[in-house]
């Protein structure tokens, strides 16, 4: 067990992958590093099925951009809702970002969800987006009457949301993610052949894209309630 605490301590340890010295010597984490590998492959991804569009006759790349773009917004189209369909880029962004960033331990990389900075930033991002939805869908006056809805004793608890979403949203992605790794070393720990294969294919994976999934989920979920 003290292997396991101390392998935990190293996995929450935040490395420093290189520094800068034209910039003073300007530390760059290993999850900074990595959220640049995850984002170039995406931007790289992009322009490579976007060259050339056509109007008519289309390419098979074309054909894939856009079976990926629609399935895309229909995903995130119907967790958004009707008046929060205009929000489905960022969140199909995020989607890719945070499923990409999750599965990229396969390639040997440490997921840079595994920093709770990286998690608390994309929370942020996502809790901004929704009360900025709601202050362009209900207007400034409307968006603070809301928080009197449906009566005006609970608005200290509708207040304390907008610090318990974000903190849910980082909370649930950083544990979960972390949670696999400890269940992983544990099936290492007692059965070192075989199994923890299947399992890290599971973790690194499905599981990875699950929490993708359940990220943008709530935050398509905290959208649509700001913009009804």
């Known amino acids: ?37 995850v984002m170039a492959v995406l931007i790289l991804g992009a322009v490579f099925l976007t060259r050339n569009l056509r109007v008519q006759n289309p390419g098979k790349r074309q054909l894939a951009a856009e079976f990926i773009v629609s399935w895309l917004d229909g995903f995130t189209g119907e967790m958004l809702g009707e008046h929060g369909k205009q929000y489905s880029s960022y969140v199909s962004t995020v989607l890719l970002y945070i499923g990409l960033a999750n599965v990229i331990g396969v390639f040997g990389l440490k997921p840079p969800t595994k920093d709770m900075n990286v998690t608390i930033a994309l929370s942020v991002m996502s809790i901004l987006l929704i009360e900025a939805a709601g202050i362009r869908q209900k207007g400034t ?5 809301s928080f009197a809805q449906p009566i005006a004793i609970v608005a200290p608890i509708n207040i304390l949301e907008i610090v318990i979403r974000p903190l849910s949203l980082c909370m649930r ?56």
């Open 141 to 145: 006056g409307g968006w603070l009457k």
């Open 1 to 37: 067990m003290e292997e396991l605490a101390s392998r935990l301590l190293e996995e929450l340890n935040v490395k420093t992958a290189f520094t800068i010295p034209v910039l003073g010597g300007i530390e760059v984490a290993e999850s900074v590093t990595v959220s640049w590998i």
């Open 173 to 228: 992605l950083f544990g979960n993610v972390l949670g696999a790794f400890v269940i992983m070393e544990l099936i290492k720990y007692v059965l070192p052949v075989g199994l923890p294969a299947v399992f890290s294919l599971y973790f690194d994976l499905f599981d990875g894209l699950i929490q993708a999934y359940v990220f943008v989920f709530l935050t398509s979920l905290f959208i649509a309630e700001a913009v009804e």
